[in-house]
C-alpha cells in the first residue's frame, strides 16, 4: 500500500505521542488509511476506529456547511468508504474495532480515561469540534493525549472551525505537528 506523504506526518504526529503498547480511537476514519499506518506500524496498539459514513442528506448542516467533501458523499460512496475501512480492519484482528456510529454516540460506548491517544478527525465545523472534545476528552487517561487535523489549515476551499474550537477549549495548551495536527496532554 502506498501512504501519501500527508498521510505519514499525521501519522508521525501521532506515532510520537504513542506508548507501546497503547489503546487510541481515531474518529473520523473514512477508508481507514490512516488506521492501517498505524496498526502496521505498532503491533502493540489497539485501535477504535470511529465514522458515521452517512451521506449527505443524513449530515448535520453545520457539518455541510464546511465545505468538507466528506459531508456531501452520497450513500453510495460512504458504503464504500466504510467496506474499505472494515476491509483494513480485518488485517488487525482483535486490535482493530470499527465502530459505525456519529462520534459522540460512539464516545459513550467507551470506557472513561480507558485510552492513551485520541484523534479526532470528523465534523470539521465550530459545533462539531465542540462536541468530539466533550465527549472523547474524558475518554483518555490521565497523561495521555488529544488531538486532531486541520488545525489553521490554510486551504481556502474549507471553512473549518476546527482551530476557534480547539483554542476555546484548550486555550493556549495545545501543541502543533505536522500535517496541521493540534494536541493537548491531559
Not at 123 to 152: C, F, N, Q, R
Request: aromatic share 8%; with cysteine.
Amino acid at each position: 500500500m502506498v501512504f501519501s506523504a500527508a498521510l505519514q506526518q499525521r501519522a508521525t504526529a501521532i506515532l510520537r505521542r504513542l506508548p507501546e503498547p497503547a489503546r487510541m480511537a481515531e474518529v473520523g476514519v473514512l477508508i481507514g488509511q490512516l488506521s492501517e499506518y498505524l496498526l502496521s506500524r505498532r503491533p502493540g496498539l489497539k485501535l477504535i476506529m470511529v465514522d458515521s459514513w452517512l451521506e449527505k442528506a443524513k449530515q448535520p448542516e453545520h457539518y455541510k456547511a464546511t465545505g468538507d467533501a466528506h459531508a456531501l458523499h452520497d450513500a453510495a460512496r460512504c458504503s464504500q468508504h466504510r467496506k474499505e475501512a472494515e476491509n483494513r480492519a480485518r488485517h488487525f484482528p482483535g486490535r482493530a474495532d470499527v465502530i459505525a456510529l456519529p462520534s459522540v454516540e460512539a464516545a459513550a460506548l467507551v470506557g472513561e480515561r480507558s485510552l492513551d491517544l485520541v484523534f479526532l478527525d470528523a465534523d470539521h465545523s465550530m459545533e462539531g469540534v465542540t462536541a468530539d472534545l466533550a465527549a472523547w476528552a474524558p475518554k483518555v487517561k490521565p497523561g495521555g493525549w488529544i488531538g486532531g487535523h486541520d488545525y489553521a489549515n490554510p486551504d481556502p476551499a474549507f471553512h473549518f472551525e476546527v482551530k476557534r474550537a480547539v483554542d476555546e477549549w484548550a486555550g493556549d495548551d495545545i501543541e502543533t505537528d505536522l500535517n496541521f495536527t493540534w494536541w493537548r496532554r491531559l
